[in-house]
């Protein structure tokens, strides 16, 4: 469902965006406009959840810093669809405005979500990735093959076990000799 949410979404930001670049093109290209800068307004984003900062902290007047951390290290963090770096991440001086943030991880489902960043802040993200049906498939071979050896060598621990009792049973019941002194 999210998927689908996603992709009407996306479709009608394609189909709209040539409206936006007229208006675009009519504003004089500053640090702003730039490519790598985040938006102004968060009802471009109405599609995309935005993801809350898990920690805030005040930094001197002007700068910026996004820790970004993810549930699997070393996943890949895009802003606005360009390559940042892999978790944990840190990054300064991004230029105040919401981003598109999308982490990836070969395995796991791409998880997107809208960041706003904050002059004069400090904010650390955390993305929880979830594994793709393929490898969660592999995971629960791989814990089913586990369990299933735990299983054979406990029963091979008891069957040893058994073994022994039987062997100490059956050394306890040797017949006794016969005495030489023995009548018939």
Do not use: C, H, W
């Not at 109405?46 to 902290?57: C, D, F, N, T």
């Amino acid at each position: 469902m999210k998927r689908i949410l996603f992709i009407v979404g996306l479709i009608s930001i394609i189909s709209l965006s040539p409206f936006f670049a007229q208006d675009a093109e009519s504003q004089p290209k500053n640090e702003q406009n730039d490519e790598k800068a985040g938006s102004d307004s968060a009802d471009a984003f109405a599609i995309i959840p935005e993801l809350e900062a898990e920690e805030v902290s005040n930094l001197s007047f002007g700068r910026t810093k996004a820790v970004f951390k993810t549930s699997v290290k070393s996943s890949a963090i895009y802003l606005n669809g360009n390559l940042q770096g892999r978790t944990p991440l840190t990054i300064s001086s991004l230029v105040e405005g919401y981003y598109l943030l999308r982490a990836e991880k070969e395995g796991y489902k791409p998880v997107e979500n809208f960041v706003y960043i904050e002059n004069s802040k400090a904010k650390t993200f955390y993305v929880e990735l979830e594994m793709d049906e393929e490898t969660q498939k592999r995971m629960d071979a791989r814990s089913e093959r586990a369990a299933q050896r735990e299983a054979e060598k406990a029963a091979q621990r008891e069957a040893e076990k058994a073994q022994a009792s039987n062997e100490s049973a059956q050394s306890a019941e040797v017949p006794a000799e016969s005495g030489i002194g023995d009548a018939k």
